[in-house]
């Protein structure tokens, strides 16, 4: 079983920016989508970015459009996700996820169903 462990997080001020980071245990050709996801408190888990591990296509929750970029290292074992221009409602935890069941959909997705494999997530604080 593929194992994910972010890393990256922290507190920074409004428009500022982070960098998180999210090592997988290993490759294997059936991991078709990774993403980032973030949880506030008292919230529900939310889509931030995802990426097609192929195509390298991704998909951004509109309230990240433009400030966030989502990448892969070449291996493809490691996931980013640049921030930029923070605002105190980014403050969450973000957890990054995979799907590994080699299923395929028109684009990625943002919605925490098809992705099977959960790291334990990182905290990042903004404040303003």
């Known amino acids: 079983q593929v194992r994910l462990v972010e890393s990256g997080g922290g507190s920074v001020q409004a428009g500022g920016s982070l960098r998180l980071s999210c090592a997988a245990s290993?490759?294997?050709?059936?991991?078709?989508?990774m993403a980032w996801f973030r949880q506030a408190p008292g919230k529900e888990r939310e889509g931030v970015a995802a990426i097609d591990t192929y195509l390298g296509s991704t998909s951004y929750a509109d309230s990240v459009k433009g400030r966030f970029t989502v990448s892969q290292d070449n291996a493809k074992t490691t996931l980013l996700l640049q921030m930029s221009s923070l605002t105190p409602e980014d403050t969450a935890v973000y957890y990054c996820a995979a799907q590994t069941n080699g299923n395929r959909y028109y684009s990625p997705r943002l919605s925490p169903s098809p992705y099977n494999v959960w790291g334990q997530g990182t905290q990042v604080t903004v404040s303003s």
């Open positions: 290993r490759y294997t050709d059936s991991t078709t989508y």
